[in-house]
């Protein structure tokens, strides 16, 4: 097992792009300080990074953020004290993917601390498509656990957003994928994400602290969620976690996903390198991380993940190789706001069904805790 004593956070999401912006600043630790927060919402820093509403100014200038305040739920229902916000598919709204219902799921807790959780389920390409057809509703397990008094966000108000949209939740169009000529695969990811997220925002819109959290396809969802987080929330700090949805894939697979999904207004423009020639997206980590200076994140995987590597070239063992080269580079770049938890094995998800397994010696739910406390110990463990 190697312990490293770095702070980076390992590679994340399965669409996010490689920049060629440069490393972390000695100050790093300086500027995610609560004395920080808020102070440069609206301009640069010295050093030339974004914060705040124009963090990510390029991508709204390219319309991410183009359904927000669009959609509203049509009903919503209490059980048990989690609340389903119901909508209807009116106008291109918000469904799932083979054109069932779309919902998403509040639950109130007791402190001023708020988690955003998109769940997983697969995605859809022109060649096969694994996705769920139904958003699984909001079970309290793991991270979700409010019952549980060791699980970092039991107290936390959440905002519960089901994956069914077959697009890591930045789809926006329509296929006809047996060519009968009738469209019926509705990928219209962005349209579930920006309605939830208005939800979340009109139901809890003062917190303290953010996490964005996500587990296989919801944690490649993360990073595309994040500037639209970042909209609504411009001054609050954000803890990212992406479990099992690390942005390593074959060359070429993501363009041909995103032209499938019409999903391009997630990259920026002018990040020529968001796409590394070997398929990984850890530039457009490093966009993120060098463009939002009040988030960090972090990456939880198994070396040789059974999902995803499955179908990446050279198996197991090169994913793994891609995986730790990514997270080694992301967190000598980002020493105080990036760290990975990787594990040996083939494992698929930690955070709501391994939550108490141990990696390198540390519990999952302990190396979050350390993360959302901001911990010294909280440090880049590989086995």
């Known amino acids: 097992m190697i312990r490293f004593r770095i702070s980076l956070l390992i590679i994340f999401g399965y669409f996010t792009l490689l920049t060629g912006c440069s490393g972390e600043t000695s100050s790093e630790e300086e500027l995610f300080s609560e004395e920080t927060i808020g102070e440069e919402s609206e301009e640069n820093d010295e050093d030339g990074m974004s914060t705040g509403l124009l963090a990510f100014q390029e991508l709204y200038d390219q319309g991410v953020d183009k359904y927000l305040g669009v959609f509203t739920p049509t009903s919503s229902e209490v059980v048990s004290g989690v609340t389903e916000h119901i909508f209807t598919d009116i106008g291109g709204g918000p469904i799932c993917f083979t054109g069932e219902r779309f919902s998403m799921f509040t639950?109130?807790?007791?402190?001023?601390?708020?988690?955003?959780?998109l769940q997983g389920g697969g995605f859809c390409s022109p060649v096969a498509c694994e996705?769920?057809?139904?958003g699984i509703p909001l079970i309290p397990f793991g991270i979700l656990n409010p019952n549980d008094p060791l699980n970092p966000t039991a107290n936390y108000d959440v905002g519960y957003v089901p994956y069914c949209d077959g697009s890591q939740m930045m789809g926006d169009n329509e296929v006809d994928?047996?060519?009968?000529?009738?469209?019926?695969?509705?990928?219209?990811?962005v349209q579930n994400l920006s309605a939830s997220l208005d939800v979340i925002f009109q139901t809890y819109p003062n917190p303290d602290k953010i996490v964005l959290a996500g587990n296989s396809a919801g944690g490649f969802a993360a990073h595309n969620a994040l500037p639209l987080v970042r909209r609504l929330y411009p001054n609050v700090n954000i803890f990212m976690i992406n479990d099992s949805g690390n942005g390593i894939i074959a060359p070429g697979g993501i363009d041909v996903l995103l032209?499938?999904?019409?999903?391009r207004s997630f990259l920026p423009e002018s990040c020529a390198d968001c796409i590394g020639a070997d398929g990984n997206l850890t530039g457009y980590h490093k966009y993120q991380l060098d463009n939002d200076q009040n988030m960090r994140m972090a990456y939880i995987s198994s070396k040789q993940d059974s999902v995803l590597s499955a179908s990446y070239p050279g198996g197991a063992p090169a994913f793994e190789?891609?995986?730790l080269e990514a997270t080694t580079e992301l967190n000598e770049a980002y020493p105080i706001r990036f760290n990975g938890l990787i594990a040996n094995g083939e494992a698929h998800t930690y955070i709501i069904r391994q939550f108490d397994i141990e990696v390198g010696g540390v519990m999952v739910r302990q190396w979050v805790t350390d993360m959302l406390n901001e911990n010294e110990s909280w440090t880049t463990i590989i086995e």
Do not use: K, P, Q, V
């Open 107 to 117: 639950r109130d807790g007791s402190s001023n601390h708020l988690m955003i959780f």
């Open 259 to 263: 032209d499938y999904w019409n999903a």
């Open 131 to 134: 996705a769920t057809e139904t």
């Open 321 to 323: 190789a891609e995986l």
């Open 177 to 189: 994928s047996d060519g009968d000529g009738t469209n019926d695969r509705f990928f219209r990811g």
